[in-house]
């Protein structure tokens, strides 16, 4: 066989039954240091180790234009996203995102609106029998995120569904698929008419806020943006936003099983909260990996990628990779603790430049919003009954199954850990 030629068998049956340990599984039995694969016919690569990082974000070797499936744009990010531009164009949209979302100060509105909801919530929780955690984090992070945004919630509760659903139906192709498909048109609607009606002086968009810069951007053509490709931006702030209840979900069963992390997190530390929420993203399956193609015939160690490649990054993989982590399937958020990660070892949320490529923007609001709601939730008391906590990684994205249930939940008189100031 031409070794620059992929398998004659096509994998896209393997990628869906063993989804996150499908590039992981093929990478441990490739000889060399990338796996060649068919994806729906086509031929791609998959590649390891953290160099594999800086060579996929450059853009002389991958673009995203023609990268992402329909039923992924579909769903999960919206046609004409930002995901989807490269160059200039990419630059120029991804400004705006970042001047809305870098740095403590930028995203220190967020947090505020966020953490107060989830105050808010807790209280309704003390009075019924039982909670979902994933289901209220949904919630406490639409209700908070619109509030920063400057939009206006009808009904947090149906939003909040809409929002979830279409990160949770993005791979798959049964009915949890149709579901985000739907909760897609139906949000775009709304958002493209409040864009509109923002323009037009008929609904206000604070100074500032994420609606007035989305609503007043402009692209790099020097035109604003259509109504629908507005809407779908505001989205891109929003929906991932709400996607951080994954997160939270995986911080109760993280809890739960280890109350020595629990413990700590209850005491007023805030490096230690941080250094949680790496682990957290570190440890528990969310984006399985990023794509994109070729631009050029290519070369990665001595292998030939041609023009037009599928080029596939290991993002689980690498955050398990044990030539990177010392134990990596161990919870452990003291690894972090004065170490902050290296900006390509630690890629739940992408890697590379979040400035000239396409790394996450909100990688600043998920860890301080995880920073905050972390020691909340290590603070309430509240019972854990039978359940299924198994968090299935044939599924993509992977959840826990029963979204970590709490019963008799309630504020403690006093909190549960004296502070370490106080202890020391
Ligand atoms: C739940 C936590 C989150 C996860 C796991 C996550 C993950 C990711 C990943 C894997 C990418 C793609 C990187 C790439 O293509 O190379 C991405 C891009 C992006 N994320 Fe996030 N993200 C999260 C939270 C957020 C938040 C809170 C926001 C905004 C408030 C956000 C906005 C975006 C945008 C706009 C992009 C596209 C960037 C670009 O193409 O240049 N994400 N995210």
């Known amino acids: 066989m031409n070794p620059s030629r992929p398998p ?20 441990s039995r490739a000889a060399g240091p990338l796996v060649r694969v068919r994806v729906a016919g086509r031929h791609a690569v998959a590649l390891r180790g953290p160099e594999a990082v800086r ?57 505020e ?47 909040a569904r809409d929002l979830v ?6 791979a798959t192709a049964g009915p949890r698929h149709w579901r985000a498909r739907r909760a897609r048109s139906r949000s775009e609607a709304w958002l493209a008419r409040l864009v509109e009606d923002v323009r037009e002086g008929a609904a206000p968009a604070p100074a500032g806020s994420p609606l007035d810069a989305v609503a007043r951007h402009r692209d790099a053509d020097g035109r604003t943006l259509d109504p629908h490709t507005a809407a779908v931006e505001l989205l891109n702030i929003v929906r991932p936003t709400a996607a951080v209840c994954w997160f939270v979900s995986y911080a109760g069963h993280a809890l739960h099983f280890r109350p020595e992390i629990r413990q700590r997190l209850a005491e007023d530390d805030p490096a230690y909260a941080v ?22 015939d290519l070369e990665w160690q001595g292998e030939r990628i041609p023009a037009g490649t599928l080029i596939l990054l290991d993002l689980y993989g690498l955050n398990h990779d044990p030539d990177l982590w010392d134990r990596p399937l161990v919870l452990d958020p003291r690894r972090f603790l004065g170490k902050p990660p290296g900006r390509d070892a630690l890629v739940p949320q992408g890697g590379g430049d979040r400035a000239t490529g396409h790394r996450c923007p909100g990688e600043d609001a998920t860890i301080s919003l995880l920073a905050a709601l972390g020691p909340r939730l290590a603070r309430l008391e509240y019972d ?21 249930v709490m019963e008799r939940v309630h504020v403690p008189m006093r909190p549960l850990a004296t502070s370490r100031a106080a202890a020391g």
């Not at 004659?8 to 990478?27: E, H, Q, R, T």
């Not at 019924?128 to 009904?155: H, M, N, Y």
């Not at 854990?384 to 959840?399: E, F, G, N, T, Y």
């Open 165 to 170: 659903a279409m990160v949770d139906g993005f």
């Open 384 to 404: 854990v009954p039978a359940q299924d906590l198994r968090i299935p990684l044939s599924r993509i994205p992977a959840r826990v199954r029963s979204g970590f």
């Open 275 to 296: 250094a949680f929420a790496h682990e957290l993203r570190r440890f528990y399956p969310f984006a399985p990996f990023v794509g994109g193609r070729a631009v050029a």
């Open 113 to 159: 609106q966020v953490a107060s909801a989830w105050d808010e919530a807790v209280d309704a929780w003390s009075g019924q029998p039982s909670v979902v955690l994933f289901d209220e984090a949904s919630r406490v992070l639409t209700q908070g995120v619109c509030r920063w945004a400057g939009i206006p919630l009808d009904d947090a509760v149906e939003t």
């Open 8 to 27: 004659l068998g096509d994998s896209s049956l393997a990628a869906l039954v063993k989804g996150y340990n499908w590039l992981p599984d093929l990478s």
């Open 55 to 111: 060579f996929f974000y450059d853009e002389r070797h991958v673009e995203r234009a023609t990268a992402l499936p329909g039923p992924v744009l579909n769903t999960l990010f919206g046609c004409g996203a930002v995901h989807t531009l490269d160059g200039t164009a990419h630059r120029v949209r991804k400004e705006m995102f970042l001047s809305l979302l870098t740095g403590r100060e930028a995203v220190a509105g967020l947090v």
